[in-house]
Antibody, heavy 123, light 108 residues
Framework: EVQLAESGGGLVQPGGSLRLSCAASGFTFSNYAINWVRQAPGKGLEWVSSISSSGNYIYYADSVKGRFTISRDNAKNSLSLQMDSLRAEDTAVYYC????????????????WGQGTMVTVSS | SYVLTQPPSVSVAPGETARITCGGNNIGSKNVHWYQQKPGQAPVLVVYYDNDRPSGIPERFSGSNSGNTATLTVSRVEAGDEADYYCQVWDSGSDRGVFGGGTNLAVL
């Protein structure tokens, strides 16, 4: 079964750091770009970051640029999101999602989503 | 930055047709994707590249995109279609993903 599974969420103080992971299974991970999308409690979806299949192309939302770092290890079928200088407004469920396009252009649809991991930034 | 505008809510009776719009500047030149999200669940892709459907999504779900408006159409609406629906594009000008604010579809 094609799956993505996030982990690493939790409670962190403002200014702190957290590292999220996304484990892939059931497909050739190295062929696909992966995105992070978040959803604050009671709010809509917000695109966070995208990384191409090779890791050569990386993009961030303005709201996280300079604080978050996306990376991937194709040998381990895994994706990470290092989150530093966390703020209360980063509180959200974080989803990793697969870009279905085999040729990365950024505008592929997100066809496979994980179940999400909750990040709470609070003192 | 590129903005997508959706109505907060749409209400229809069972069996009727629901149309959810997604407005954006010249959105017709972009590829639009639509997601369905039910409470407590991850989003599910229902329409991609304007009007294609993933396997397993009923034919009742369709899309169109022209000018400044993309539309998700749900025909013969069922109670199980109640959910939030989000449109999404890639803004190539800024290399950013963009989601609409979401529309809650209520089945009366």
């Amino acid at each position: 079964e094609v799956q993505l599974a996030e982990s690493g969420g939790g409670l962190v103080q403002p200014g702190g750091s957290l590292r999220l992971s996304c484990a892939a299974s059931g497909f050739t991970f190295s062929n696909y770009a992966i995105n992070w999308v978040r959803q604050a409690p009671g709010k809509g979806l917000e695109w966070v970051s995208s990384i191409s299949s090779s890791g050569n192309y990386i993009y961030y939302a303005d709201s996280v640029k300079g604080r978050f770092t996306i990376s991937r290890d194709n040998a381990k079928n895994s994706l990470s999101l290092q989150m530093d200088s966390l703020r209360a407004e980063d509180t959200a469920v974080y989803y990793c999602a697969r870009d279905m396009a085999l040729v990365y252009t950024g505008d592929g649809a997100l066809d496979i989503w994980g179940q999400g991991t909750m990040v709470t930034v609070s003192s | 930055s590129y903005v997508l505008t959706q109505p907060p809510s749409v209400s229809v009776a069972p069996g009727e047709t629901a149309r959810i719009t997604c407005g954006g500047n010249n959105i017709g030149s972009k590829n639009v994707h639509w997601y369905q999200q039910k409470p407590g669940q991850a989003p599910v892709l229902v329409v991609y590249y304007d009007n294609d459907r993933p396997s397993g999504i009923p034919e009742r779900f369709s899309g169109s995109n022209s000018g400044n408006t993309a539309t998700l159409t749900v025909s013969r609406v069922e109670a199980g279609d109640e959910a939030d629906y989000y449109c999404q594009v890639w803004d190539s000008g800024s290399d950013r993903g963009v989601f609409g604010g979401g529309t809650n579809l209520a089945v009366l």
